[in-house]
């Protein structure tokens, strides 16, 4: 595990070191219509991911970027360390040291050949909309726990992280960055489009989606029915323990051994109506329009009980 968090903080680090000798409009570049920071991704490496097949027992996470997947990431990763503890003995037990840096789309064009070579089961995270996923992730039916959050704490949760990390542009005013964030111009795209897509999905047996919200109202029940969706079964000990690893309070205190200077700027408040900080009424009412164009009707956007959480 050790192994792995260094690739990560390594990736990271340099992406920041990278990222401050850049000007701001090349931070981010363009593959099929969305925008991705250059630091971390590339057009090879997704390229390269059309390759990449996916396993029927792969643990996966797909959430738009701020909605807590990172939280959630750590839940997945506790989960399944415990299940291959109890299901494989020590000679046959993950050899946790050769995990991959979890984000499918972040890293090299060789990364996915060393995926490959991984021993089930792997825990992979996105941020990625459906129909840009490989193929062999729906052909496979690998499960996919689908993590949303109410739009204008995603809103104000990435505004505070654009200015924080220098990988992504960053903005001189909450004014300017509304402005971008409600047309999609945004690293890894629009939020709308990400719900809107996934909706088409949200009935597919190997969905299970869950919300920030619900996650933090009752973390305990949600880590339950995280593990159950995944066929992991946990003592009231196990269940404890995840709970209390993943607290936000324990993964802040150690967000620079985990993500190093990333961590800092990844675990700021972690917490729900955050927004009311920043929205004012005219940006209240646009979002509120925009939620009921493009996401009221869904099954998501029903479950993201936007009256209760986004509403003054």
């Known amino acids: 595990m050790e192994k792995s968090r260094k690739k990560f903080v390594d990736l990271i680090d340099k992406a920041i070191v990278a990222a401050n000798t850049m000007d701001r409009e090349e931070l981010l570049f363009s593959y099929k219509g969305i925008l991705y920071p250059t630091t971390i991704c590339s057009p090879e490496v997704f390229r390269a991911m059309e390759s990449f097949e996916a396993r029927t027992d792969d643990v996966i996470l797909a959430g738009y970027p701020k909605s807590g ?22 000679e046959n037990s993950v050899n946790e040291e050769e995990l991959e840096f979890p984000y499918l789309e972040i890293g090299d064009v060789e990364k996915y050949e060393r995926m490959n070579k991984l021993t089930s089961r792997r825990v992979i995270l996105t941020h990625l909309l459906p129909d840009n996923l490989p193929r062999s992730v729906f052909k496979n039916k690998a499960k996919i726990l689908l993590l949303i959050r109410n739009p204008k704490d995603v809103a104000t949760s990435f505004y505070h992280f654009s200015n924080g990390l220098s990988s992504i542009p960053s903005y001189e005013t909450w004014n300017d960055f509304i402005t971008d964030f409600m047309i999609g111009r945004m690293p890894w795209g629009s939020y709308f489009d990400f719900v809107s897509e996934w909706n088409k999905h949200v009935d597919d047996e190997n969905i299970m989606p869950i919300t920030y919200e619900e996650l933090k109202e009752n973390q305990v029940l949600g880590v339950k029915n995280i593990a159950a969706f995944f066929g992991i079964s946990l003592t009231e000990e196990e269940l404890q323990s995840v709970t209390e690893r993943s607290s936000f309070q324990s993964m802040k205190e150690n967000s620079l051994k985990t993500h190093g200077a990333l961590g800092s700027i990844l675990f700021r408040k972690g917490g729900v109506s955050d927004w009311k900080s920043l929205f004012n009424e005219d940006q209240n009412q646009e979002m509120d329009k925009a939620f009921e164009e493009h996401i009221a009707g869904t099954k998501l956007g029903a479950k993201l009980k936007y009256e209760v959480y986004c509403k003054t």
């Open 69 to 90: 997947t990172n939280w959630v990431g750590q839940i997945l990763t506790d989960l399944v360390t415990i299940s291959e503890k109890k299901n494989q003995d020590e």
